[in-house]
């Protein structure tokens, strides 16, 4: 059972993490975001073993994925926000996806319940 938190209200130019515990040992992660009226988006991914990690191509540079496996947990720091990140974040985790289809919503066979990221401007 994965479970995402560390959302909140922020200003422009502020920095956020979001955890996910619960993932376990050999799950890679991804992390998603959907705002109102929009599908979900996906932000960043990391393998299983941590040794790929994918990034949105908008999103580089300023989000960092990354787990600690010791805490069971996988961490999306979100710096430099802007206004159109606000959205409902959510974690995923699958011990079976394909590098391939990260980016895929539907190839995830976890998901946690999400976690809301408002940025005023």
């Known amino acids: 059972q994965l479970q995402a938190s560390g959302g909140g209200l922020v200003q422009a130019g502020d920095s956020l993490t979001l955890s996910c515990v619960g993932p376990?040992?050999?799950?890679?992660v991804g992390w998603f975001r959907q705002a109102p009226g929009k599908d979900r988006e996906f932000v960043a991914g990391?393998?299983?073993?941590?040794?790929?990690?994918f990034y949105a191509d908008s999103l580089k540079g300023r989000f960092t994925i990354s787990r600690d496996i010791t805490k069971n947990t996988v961490y999306l720091q979100m710096n430099s926000l802007k206004p159109e990140d606000t959205a409902v974040y959510y974690c995923a985790a699958s011990s079976r996806i394909i590098l391939s289809s990260f980016r895929i919503p539907s190839q995830w066979g976890y998901w946690g319940q999400g976690t809301m990221v408002t940025v005023s401007s």
């Open positions: 376990g040992r050999g799950y890679s």
């Open positions: 990391i393998r299983w073993n941590g040794g790929t990690i």
